[in-house]
Every structure is written in C-alpha cells, then in structure tokens.
T-cell receptor, first 112, second 115 residues
Framework: NAGVTQTPKFQVLKTGQSMTLQCAQDMNHNSMYWYRQDPGMGLRLIYYSASEGTTDKGEVPNGYNVSRLNKREFSLRLESAAPSQTSVYFC???????????FGDGTRLSIL | GQQLNQSPQSMFIQEGEDVSMNCTSSSIFNTWLWYKQDPGEGPVLLIALYKAGELTSNGRLTAQFGITRKDSFLNISASIPSDVGIYFCAGPSILPSNSGYALNFGKGTSLLVTP
C-alpha cells in the first residue's frame, strides 16, 4: 500500500548542480503535483500534470522543469540549483477533480 | 495563490484537553480540507468538507465548513500525545482549463500535547 513514493528522501547539492526528484504513485490517479514547503509556510504549487502527457506551471515554477513520464511517474528537475531552492519538496496526486490530494513523504533538499 | 489565515499559530496543551483551531480566507471556497503533518512526513488528509454548513467527524476530530464559505474550524476532543503535529487547512483553486486544482494552504497550527 505504497501510495505516493518520493526519492530520494534527502539530498545536499552545491550551487549550480543539477538534480531530478522522482515521484511515483500506485493509485491510478490522473493528476499529479509538485509543491515546495518552506519553514513556517504552507505548501506552494510548482508544477502540475492534469493527465499523462500534459504539464503546466503553478505558482512558483521558475528554476524548475517537470516530466510526466507515464501515468504513474512525475519528475521534477532542477537544472542549476540555487540556495533559494533549499526546501522540502512534496509530490501529490488525486483522481477526479473534486477528490482530495494524497501526498508523499517529501524530499528534503539543501543547496549550499 | 490565495491567502488562508490560520490561528492559533501554536498550541501547548495537556493530554485530555480539547483543542480548537480555525482558518479564514478573503475568498470563497467550495471545499475545505484539513491535513495533519507529522515531523519528517507529508500531509495526511484528516477531513474533507464539501458543503457550506457541513459538520463532519473523524473519530475525535470534528470540522465545520463555515456558512459564509470563507472559514472553517477544526476541533480535537480529549487530546492524546499522538495528536502532536502541524495541522493545515487548505482550499482548492481550480486550475486553467478545469484541469485540476491547486491547494492553497494556511501556515499551520503547531500542536504540542504533554502527557
């Protein structure tokens, strides 16, 4: 009963390095999302994918790219990491548009 | 995203006490969600509210969807140590082309429970 699985759980990068965060869900959900959570804040939407083959920008997309590889997998890429991207990243998914989103356990990313 | 104001920011209570927290918005929402986040984990859905005035329970938790659709309340009765965590309210904004929704989150209420 995995739900939404994110890898890695922790990562430290140097400024300028690139990295891909992975997310996979086994609930046959159509829509997938990437959020970031900064200290003392709620989550903010980076990118989303309403269905396989489509992706769109959210509230804070600058510095990120995404790929919806198939229905199960939605990856987030940092091409040139910056200290301002130090955060906890959460992937979420849901089925129909009025159903609640389910979250993974997050990737804790530090950029030095 | 839309701003949700959550209060109180933190609560420090004794086991057995009841807890109340609320969330307000300047915009109307058609759905209110309450999530709990434990340290090192992602948010877990507690209660979903879909209708103004709705009162829904999940064990010791009760949440209400405000009549104005601009607020919601969460109550926890007879708190226990495992209630410790951060509680978030969230309201959805429909994304372009009705392709899904973004969740707007409050900043959370941090709950500490002493035995």
């Amino acid at each position: 009963n995995a739900g939404v699985t994110q890898t890695p759980k922790f990562q430290v990068l140097k400024t300028g390095q690139s990295m891909t965060l992975q997310c996979a869900q086994d609930m046959n959900h159509n829509s997938m999302y990437w959020y970031r959570q900064d200290p003392g804040m709620g989550l903010r939407l980076i990118y989303y994918s309403a269905s396989e083959g489509t992706t769109d920008k959210g509230e804070v997309p600058n510095g990120y790219n995404v790929s919806r590889l198939n229905k199960r997998e939605f990856s987030l890429r940092l091409e040139s990491a910056a200290p301002s991207q130090t955060s906890v990243y959460f992937c979420a998914s849901h089925t129909y548009s009025n159903q609640p989103q389910h979250f993974g356990d997050g990737t804790r990313l530090s950029i030095l | 995203g839309q701003q949700l104001n959550q209060s109180p920011q933190s609560m420090f209570i004794q086991e057995g006490e009841d807890v109340s927290m609320n969330c307000t918005s300047s915009s109307i929402f058609n759905t209110w969600l309450w999530y709990k986040q434990d340290p090192g984990e992602g948010p877990v859905l507690l209660i979903a509210l879909y209708k103004a005035g709705e009162l829904t329970s999940n064990g010791r938790l009760t949440a209400q969807f405000g009549i104005t659709r601009k607020d919601s309340f969460l109550n926890i009765s007879a708190s226990i140590p495992s209630d410790v965590g951060i509680y978030f309210c969230a309201g959805p904004s429909i994304l372009p082309s009705n392709s899904g929704y973004a969740l707007n989150f409050g900043k959370g209420t941090s709950l500490l429970v002493t035995p």
